[in-house]
């Protein structure tokens, strides 16, 4: 299951639109027995870098609906929600299926729309987006995630 669903279910259960840090590792932790109070924080963390909730003033509230997530009767967090999200890695893999090439042979066209197309003043995350549209390969569900990287990198938008 997604990061999403797992930020939202305490705010679906405990039918609140912000809970307090302690609250949140409560209940992941202690509550559910989901994951270990470290492993909450970790979830914390990573759900507020891709922009799914925000902290203000100690409070900690979901930026996207809650309503409109589904959690599964039985729901339990796989352990995949702990690993680090790469859009762009994610774009390489799409792209990758989608032509049937290796990762590393998008990797060289992406270099190549870089240097020939724009002298070598492009970013890779823009030049995967152009490779995405040009082989229709869905990329809209990343870009929110490439922009907060490349503003995290130090490059504006």
């Known amino acids: 299951m997604t990061l999403k669903t797992t930020v939202a279910a305490p705010f679906k259960h405990t039918r609140k639109t912000g809970m307090r ?3 949140l590792v409560y209940y ?12 909450a924080n970790l979830i914390l963390r990573r759900a507020e870098e891709e922009g799914l909730i925000r902290q203000e003033n100690g409070i900690y509230s979901a930026v996207f609906d809650t309503a409109t997530v589904t959690i599964p009767i039985g729901f339990k967090p796989a352990s995949s929600i702990f690993e ?3 859009p762009a890695q ?3 893999a799409r792209i ?3 032509r049937g090439l290796q990762e590393t042979e998008v990797v060289a066209e992406m270099n190549r729309v870089i240097k020939e197309q724009f002298n070598g003043n492009l970013l890779p995350p823009a030049a995967l987006v152009i490779l995405a549209k040009k082989y229709s390969v869905p990329f809209e569900d990343q870009l929110d995630a490439l922009k907060t990287k490349l503003i995290k990198n130090g490059h504006p938008q």
């Open 21 to 23: 840090k302690n609250e």
């Open 90 to 92: 994610e774009l390489i």
């Open 96 to 98: 990758s299926a989608a």
């Open 28 to 39: 992941y932790a202690l509550d559910r027995k989901w994951m270990s109070t470290d492993q």
């Open 84 to 86: 680090k999200h790469d």
